[in-house]
């Protein structure tokens, strides 16, 4: 039986989904300058539904500009 995610895990889990869709995007349509950085609404949209601090909602968004970074 799969055990339930976390909202942090949740949160987590997203950007992972945010950044796989740009890097698909690259892959397929090329690099644009904020490749990655324009999913952020959508991110901060989802976050805000989630029961987290204000902490892991910052070390989620550092983690997802980290990520963007590197696309």
Same mark, same amino acid.
């Given at each position: 039986?799969?055990?339930?995610? $976390?909202?942090?895990? @949740?949160? +987590?889990?997203?950007?992972?989904?945010?950044?796989? @869709?740009?890097? !698909?995007?690259?892959?397929? @349509?090329? /690099?644009?300058?904020?490749?990655? /950085?324009? !999913?952020?609404?959508?991110?901060?949209? /989802?976050?805000?539904?989630?029961?987290?601090? /204000? $902490?892991?909602? $910052?070390?989620?968004?550092?983690? +997802?500009?980290?990520?963007? @970074?590197?696309?």
């Amino acid at each position: 039986m799969a055990r339930e995610l $976390s909202d942090l895990e @949740k949160g +987590f889990a997203m950007v992972d989904k945010l950044i796989n @869709k740009a890097r !698909q995007e690259k892959e397929h @349509k090329g /690099y644009r300058e904020n490749l990655g /950085y324009d !999913q952020l609404p959508k991110l901060e949209s /989802y976050l805000s539904n989630l029961d987290i601090t /204000y $902490s892991d909602r $910052s070390i989620i968004t550092s983690a +997802f500009w980290s990520k963007a @970074k590197d696309i």
